[in-house]
């Protein structure tokens, strides 16, 4: 398969389907994500492996942005006090 081949058949439905899940705020639905995008790793490595060096990325981006973790984020106090001037 060529390359372009690669990345019409599996890396861009891929790339929109676990970008997709990412969008929710469903915890389960970004683990999905992580899943998809990591079995489209491999299938996309076992066929060429520069282009699965650009899967590979995006997944480690997602992973270091805190992507997919079940912390609720941090809201600032709403009584604090604030700082005398």
Do not use: C, H
């Amino acid at each position: 398969m060529s390359v372009v081949q690669v990345w019409l058949l599996v890396g861009i439905p891929v790339l929109a389907l676990g970008l997709a899940l990412f969008l929710s705020r469903s915890p389960v639905r970004k683990l999905l994500g992580y899943v998809v995008l990591g079995a489209g790793f491999a299938v996309v490595a076992s066929m060429d492996r520069p282009s699965a060096a650009v899967l590979g990325g995006v997944l480690a981006l997602l992973y270091a942005a805190g992507q997919g973790s079940t912390r609720p984020p941090e809201e600032p106090e709403r009584n604090a006090p604030t700082p005398a001037s």
